[in-house]
């Protein structure tokens, strides 16, 4: 257990439909990043946020949006969901904004639009 | 811009062989480097990381990994694979203040 926790772990959705996904960084940690894995396009940054605030912008959609709660869980909207957003969705935190450590993941979530 | 280059996509090898997985990177600034290892089903986790310092880094499970700023690689190595290294391996950059990665090497350990 990394201590990074993602649920739902598995989620099947229509296109068109909207879905939250949800992130708990490791105890401790006030950075949160979103990351996107699929088969075509690899691992690819999609957003960070530290202590509340956005701080970093990857390849995230206009259709995907994030926000980090007061209590440092973050969640990840994803809207008019296309058959190409299915993919493994992972959450990673940090201690400090800049991750000279590197991260920790969590186990990732894995959406499924039919 | 930065970019990390993982030269081969799968790598079999038999069991107790040596192993080495290439990475090269490129960038304008100084880095950070990073292997993860990505077992099924499972997120990342951090195998080892060059922050500075000797160039030969120890990470877990056996592995290490040299860092060559002439040839900008940073290739993971390990003696003598066991049957549970079968995972997906992935590079890393850290530049800036984002992370880079490479699109992966799966590397299967054959009994």
């Known amino acids: 257990d990394s201590g990074v926790t993602q649920t739902p772990k598995h989620l099947i959705t229509a296109t068109g439909q909207r879905v939250t996904l949800r992130c708990s960084p490791r105890?401790?940690?006030?950075?949160v990043y979103w990351y996107q894995q699929s088969l075509d396009q690899g691992l690819q940054f999609l957003i960070q946020?530290?202590?509340?605030?956005?701080?970093a912008k990857g390849n995230i959609l206009e259709r995907f949006s994030a926000q980090q709660f007061p209590d440092l869980h973050s969640e990840l909207n994803l809207s008019s969901l296309e058959l190409g957003d299915s993919a493994l969705y992972f959450c990673?935190?940090?201690?400090?904004?800049?991750?000279?450590?590197?991260?920790?993941f969590g186990s990732g979530t894995r959406l499924t639009v039919v | 811009a930065q970019s990390v280059t993982q030269l081969d996509s799968q790598v079999p090898v038999f069991e107790e062989a040596p192993v080495e997985l290439r990475c090269n990177y490129s960038?304008?600034?100084?880095?950070?480097l990073f292997w993860y290892v990505q077992y099924p089903n499972q997120g990342l986790q951090l195998l080892l990381k060059?922050?500075?310092?000797?160039?030969l880094v120890k990470g877990i499970n056996g592995f290490e990994a040299e860092f060559n700023k002439s040839q900008t690689s940073f290739h993971l190595r390990k003696p003598s694979v066991h049957i549970s290294d079968t995972a997906e391996y992935f590079c890393?950059?850290?530049?800036?203040?984002?992370?880079?990665f490479g699109t992966g090497t799966s590397l299967t350990v054959i009994p």
């Open positions: 990673a935190s940090s201690t400090r904004p800049n991750p000279g450590n590197g991260y920790t």
């Open positions: 105890s401790g940690d006030l950075s």
């Open positions: 946020y530290y202590n509340g605030e956005e701080r």
């Open positions: 960038s304008s600034v100084s880095v950070y």
């Open positions: 060059y922050l500075s310092g000797s160039t």
């Open positions: 890393a950059v850290m530049a800036g203040n984002q992370f880079y």
